[in-house]
């Protein structure tokens, strides 16, 4: 995955509609007023919270981080890297304290990406990287330095502490992972 640096901010929320639309089974172009779709407006957020960052703006993105977490129950590290074509089905009570996401990733409710134990000051090795592809299904908690290859898939209320190659399903509790 390339670091999103790079790609603006209108070409990150035509990627996560795009994909959203594809799993949805339809094809509608991005127009302003679907920034307030239910299953859009949290991407929009998260989008503003880290593009505001990236730019220097501390304070409005630790402002709209307040509003995306008493609005969805999303905590959201800010200095996660995540990818185009995120996509959170069902956005409620998800952390995402990664260091990294992929290109569409699909993240489902109840899900915890984050460091194994209290990392106030943010140290990345110490927190998940998703690749490209990755879908992590409800409840599961992904914890630690550990990395989930290419278009592998976490099962629902699965605990992964351990690197997961890519194309695999990791399932249980702790996880181990078989062949997709």
């Known amino acids: ?107 489902f409710q109840n899900v915890t990406l984050g460091a194994k134990s209290l990392d106030v000051g943010y140290d990345p090795t110490r927190r998940p990287q998703l690749g490209d592809d990755v879908t992590v299904g409800s409840g599961a908690v992904v914890v630690g330095g550990v990395r989930i290859g290419n278009a592998s898939t976490v099962a629902a209320n699965s605990l992964v502490t351990r690197d997961v190659a890519e194309s695999m399903l990791s399932i249980g509790v702790p996880a181990q992972s078989k062949p997709l």
């Open 1 to 107: 995955m390339t670091s999103n640096h790079r790609i603006n901010l209108r070409t990150l929320l035509q990627a996560d509609w795009q994909h959203l639309q594809l799993l949805g089974g339809t094809q509608r172009s991005l127009k302003p007023w679907h920034y307030m779709h239910p299953r859009f407006c949290h991407i929009l957020l998260i989008r503003l919270v880290l593009t505001s960052r990236k730019s220097g703006w501390k304070l409005l993105s630790k402002m709209i981080s307040i509003v995306l977490y008493f609005g969805y129950r999303i905590e959201l590290n800010t200095h996660v890297d995540i990818g185009p074509g995120l996509v959170l089905p069902h956005p409620m009570g998800i952390v995402i304290g990664a260091s990294r996401i992929g290109a569409r990733a699909v993240i």
